[in-house]
T-cell receptor, first 110, second 115 residues
Framework: EDQVTQSPEALRLQEGESSSLNCSYTVSGLRGLFWYRQDPGKGPEFLFTLYSAGEEKEKERLKATLTKKESFLHITAPKPEDSATYLCAALWTSGSRLTFGEGTQLTVNP | GAGVSQSPRYKVAKRGQDVALRCDPISGHVSLFWYQQALGQGPEFLTYFQNEAQLDKSGLPSDRFFAERPEGSVSTLKIQRTQQEDSAVYLC?????????????FGPGTRLTVL
């Protein structure tokens, strides 16, 4: 069964303290790896799509990278407004559905 | 509006009642998805439409769940004889054409509580 696993489940950082979130996935047949941000009471907001190992994408303080078996979301010098749940999702060649991980709840304290 | 809208935002149903959840995708978006999100979990795929055609309904948890998109725009997710385990947030997402390449834009969700 195709699976996506995120770690840690929750992460508390001080403002300015850089860190990384991990997303591991079933390797065979991956077509795309997606990162989303979700704020309480809202739907997920698209951040990045990665298609091949070695690919990197950046947006403000966030950088997403993809290896052959996992993806990382690096957060550089986070601010309190970066507090949210970060979701990764995978799309495989076998279908059209996104399979989401359970998310990492990030809290950035001022 | 420019985004995906869903209604109602909140729905409370007594066990055994039928409910209908509505999704208005972004105008012109061909692909439409429904997801179920339990508290503290990631969204789980329910079903996928391309225009009016339901191409994948393998995520619907039981035959009590039914989705339609008769004119290729607005979609309705119907749950018959609701059970407590149906309590969740139901998310709708749309994308322009190719779900593999295009980002999916999500609505705010409908929070369903079954008493």
């Amino acid at each position: 069964e195709d699976q996506v696993t995120q770690s840690p489940e929750a992460l508390r950082l001080q403002e300015g303290e850089s860190s990384s979130l991990n997303c591991s996935y079933t390797v065979s047949g991956l077509r795309g790896l997606f990162w989303y941000r979700q704020d309480p009471g809202k739907g997920p907001e698209f951040l990045f799509t990665l298609y091949s190992a070695g690919e990197e994408k950046e947006k403000e303080r966030l950088k997403a990278t993809l290896t052959k078996k996992e993806s990382f979301l690096h957060i550089t010098a986070p601010k309190p407004e970066d507090s949210a749940t970060y979701l990764c999702a995978a799309l495989w060649t076998s279908g059209s559905r996104l399979t989401f991980g359970e998310g990492t709840q990030l809290t950035v304290n001022p | 509006g420019a985004g995906v809208s869903q209604s109602p935002r909140y729905k409370v149903a007594k066990r055994g009642q039928d409910v209908a959840l509505r999704c208005d995708p972004i105008s012109g978006h061909v692909s439409l998805f429904w997801y179920q999100q339990a508290l503290g979990q990631g969204p789980e795929f329910l079903t996928y439409f391309q225009n009016e055609a339901q191409l994948d309904k393998s995520g619907l948890p039981s035959d009590r769940f039914f989705a339609e998109r008769p004119e290729g725009s607005v979609s309705t997710l119907k749950i018959q004889r609701t059970q407590q385990e149906d309590s969740a947030v139901y998310l709708c997402a749309s994308s322009h054409l190719d779900p593999l390449a295009d980002e999916q834009f999500f609505g705010p969700g409908t929070r369903l509580t079954v008493l």
